[in-house]
């Protein structure tokens, strides 16, 4: 036992075995969760016998049948791509601008954006929540409120993950580009936004992923149900008693957000075929989320 | 305290909260109001069975005129408990509509104090509001409220009379009944072995060592605290005497140490699940709990009690149209809606929670399945609303004593 243990070649048990359960761990609640969106009765906890119910042979509660779910789940659709589409092109043209303006306000801007990275959500939603409803009073509560919260919360990640990436690109290709006679914005745009495109990839899969589960900002800002997307629906009627409906759409969403995962991935590893010859691909997207 | 007579109770009860509503109600709502609702300029009213009060209709409060055409291509803002409508009710008022392009839009709180909050930030036109009786008053002196047109209600007839004049609305000028409920005990007769309802103080069953881990209490301070005064003996649900509360205390404390009782509102998944044996509940809950059962067993072994005599706490849930609707005359066929007994009885078929219909009775709910004959006895009666007790809104003072001795239970449970 004492040798085995003090063997320094010996395979890693106990490691193995830590990793396993945390992956079982974290792997079975959700499993189970799934497995309910298919009881034939409303228990989300007691198995009442395999049905389609909650997917679309329920004419009224089924995900298919529900326009209230279906909205609930294009809602969250919906901010989740305008808030990409805002956010990740703004974030870029703001790490550039940090990248090369040198100065005291522009440090301002850098800590500004570091430090709304590290802002709990929750004092962000309830100042937003302030200022729509006593002093920007034009903005209604709704959709364009959560956009306009998003788009700030959300804006710090394509910023650091650009910035990251632009450090370690250095600036010696955009020099060399421009001494071969590129204007300074063709340089930008043959040079470095292509080699920055990993980073912006990543940056919009990443926002993309925690604008469509991200529950506090969407719930103060939200007006009526038609602003409410999947999280806010899952937590109203979690505390009521909520049919395996929800299971399936949050079943849905699951397996529609592992696709938009997987397809991240292999464009993603289409976007460095160049670059990948000692790390994996799959380290490299880690590392770059 | 166990010894003395109900009817002594009940008259000492009485006088006491004859007492507790001159004097000390003044200073509930100017100070610690939890929704901020300023109280109206005739100072704040609080409505009692024993005090009841008629609201005043003002020119200006919105009240629309007669016959006049639903609005067309409308949508209409219902505001609602979470998963507390059914939706084919709603799509049928679609459908009944269809000609004026309706749509309906159900939004949804969690508790009263969500929903007045955002009422007061007044940026969504909700039309039509689902409250509980204590928060009539607040609505109605905030200026929330609009007045009904009973000509639009033709259908009030189908619901007991007793809603055509209650003691909170007298004539009825801004409420109709949604449903009513009862409280009391529901256990399975595969696991309890004593017939709960014959025993001479059915409550205790709940502190019975023998269902140590398999009890179940409502996280509800008011229904926790009320139904350990009422297994005394003490009536008065509203209490601000503190030798009930400490005997409340008392006993919760010893019920949370003895029995270690489960604490939530899953009584309609508990039970059915034998989470829970015997559990403190509500009427429609089980009639609910039919379709928790895992698969395989039968619904044949739960029951309920709720006092035969009818002594025991009651509750209703209302409609409201709210003023800053934009679809009043929609709003009020909604109402009307939900007052049809068809439609009544579909909506209970999906929420478990009785309609005060004139035509449900214990033989018509088991005649149309609604319920099991088993579970007969969670049928909500006329007659228990006059004999049953109510829980009303308390003032500041004396609902921070009652959440002291619900903090205490929790701590221990």
Same mark, same amino acid.
């Given at each position: ?5 003090? +063997?320094?070649?010996?395979?890693? /048990?106990?490691?193995?075995?830590l990793?396993?359960?945390? %992956? ?19 228990? /989300? ?22 326009? +209230?779910?279906?909205?609930a789940? %294009? ?45 709990p ?15 920007l009073?034009a ?5 364009w409120?959560?956009?306009l ?6 804006l ?36 470095? %936004?292509?080699?920055?495109s ?7 899969? %990443? ?5 469509? +589960? ?5 719930r ?52 460095t /075929? ?16 | 305290?166990?010894r003395?007579?109900?009817?002594a ?6 006088a006491?909260a ?25 100072g ?13 209709v ?28 059914y ?16 749509k ?14 955002k ?8 039309d ?5 009786y ?6 109605i ?6 007045p ?9 007839e ?5 809603f055509?004049?209650?003691?909170y ?36 069953a ?13 996280d ?40 270690r ?14 989470k ?41 849930d ?18 009307d ?41 969670a ?35």
């Amino acid at each position: 036992m004492k040798r085995w243990l003090t +063997d320094p070649w010996r395979k890693p /048990r106990l490691l193995a075995a830590l990793v396993w359960g945390y %992956l079982a761990w974290s792997v079975l609640p959700v499993a189970i969760a799934v497995w309910f969106s298919f009881n034939a009765g409303r228990s /989300r906890s007691s198995w009442q016998g395999f049905s389609l119910r909650w997917y679309w042979q329920d004419p009224v509660l089924s995900v298919w049948n529900d326009p +209230d779910l279906q909205r609930a789940l %294009l809602h969250s659709l919906r901010l989740a791509v305008l808030t990409t589409l805002v956010a990740v092109p703004l974030g870029v043209a703001f790490a550039i601008g940090l990248d090369r303006w040198r100065g005291r306000l522009a440090a301002g801007f850098n800590f500004q954006m570091l430090l709304s990275f590290v802002l709990p959500e929750i004092l962000l939603a309830v100042a937003l929540l302030f200022l729509f409803t006593n002093l920007l009073k034009a903005v209604q509560l709704g959709t364009w409120a959560q956009l306009l919260g998003l788009v700030t919360f959300q804006l710090s990640y394509p910023v650091i993950i650009c910035r990251a990436r632009m450090l370690s690109i250095g600036s010696e290709y955009e020099e060399a580009a421009m001494d071969l006679g590129a204007s300074p914005l063709k340089a930008l745009r043959h040079v470095l %936004l292509p080699l920055l495109s990993p980073a912006i990839f990543a940056s919009a899969v %990443l926002v993309f992923a925690d604008v469509i +589960d991200d529950f506090v900002l969407v719930r103060y800002l939200s007006a009526d149900a038609a602003s409410e997307p999947m999280s806010v629906k899952i937590y109203n009627t979690a505390r009521a008693s909520p049919t395996p409906a929800l299971n399936a759409l949050a079943t849905i969403m699951l397996f529609s957000s592992l696709l938009a995962i997987a397809l991240g991935f292999f464009v993603y590893r289409r976007l460095t /075929r160049g670059e990948r010859t000692q790390e994996s691909t799959v380290e490299g997207f880690a590392a770059q989320i | 305290m166990a010894r003395m007579s109900r009817r002594a109770f009940l008259s000492r009860s009485a006088a006491t909260a004859l007492a507790v509503s001159g004097g000390v109600l003044l200073s509930a709502c100017g100070e610690r109001d939890a929704t901020g609702v300023a109280p109206g300029a005739g100072g704040p009213k609080l409505a009692s069975p024993e005090n009841p009060v008629t609201w005043p209709v003002p020119a200006d409060a919105g009240r629309i005129a007669d016959g006049l055409a639903p609005e067309q291509g409308a949508t209409l803002r219902v505001y609602n408990w979470s998963e507390y409508i059914y939706k084919k009710v709603v799509q049928d008022f679609e459908k009944k509509y269809k000609k004026y392009d309706v749509k309906v839009q159900v939004s949804t709180y969690g508790n009263m104090d969500e929903a007045v909050a955002k009422l007061r930030a007044g940026q969504v036109a909700f039309d039509v509001l689902f409250p509980t009786y204590d928060y009539i008053g607040k609505l109605i002196q905030g200026n929330f409220l609009r007045p009904l047109n009973h000509s639009y209600i033709p259908n009030i007839e189908q619901v007991w009379p007793a809603f055509q004049n209650p003691w909170y609305d007298q004539g009825w000028n801004y409420t109709v009944p949604y449903t009513i409920y009862t409280t009391g005990i529901a256990w399975r007769v595969d696991k309890v072995k004593d017939d709960v309802a014959q025993l001479p103080n059915p409550y205790e069953a709940l502190w019975d060592e023998r269902y140590r881990g398999k009890v179940g209490i409502l996280d509800d301070y008011r229904e926790a605290i009320g139904m350990t005064l009422l297994k005394n003996g003490i009536t008065d649900l509203n209490t601000a005497n503190q030798d009930h509360l400490n005997l409340a205390r008392d006993q919760l404390v010893d019920l949370a140490q003895t029995v270690r009782p489960r604490v939530n509102t899953n009584d309609y998944i508990d039970l059915p699940e034998s989470k829970t044996w015997i559990t403190q509940a509500w009427s429609g809950d089980m009639v609910n709990a039919q379709y928790y059962m895992p698969k395989g067993q039968s619904a044949d072994v739960m029951r309920y009690w709720f006092p035969a005599d009818g002594k025991g706490p009651v509750n209703s849930d209302l409609i409201v149209l709210l003023r800053s609707g934009k679809n009043p005359v929609l709003g009020h066929l909604f109402m009307d809606h939900l007052l049809d007994y068809d439609v009544a009885v579909e909506n209970m078929s999906w929420n478990g929670y009785q309609p005060p219909q004139n035509k449900l009775n214990p033989t018509e709910l088991v005649g149309q399945e609604l319920l099991p004959k088993n579970l007969e006895t969670a049928t909500v009666l006329p007659a228990y609303f006059e004999s049953g007790y109510r829980y009303l809104e308390l003032p500041g003072e004396v609902d921070d004593r009652w959440h002291a001795v619900w903090q205490e239970f929790k701590a221990g449970a």
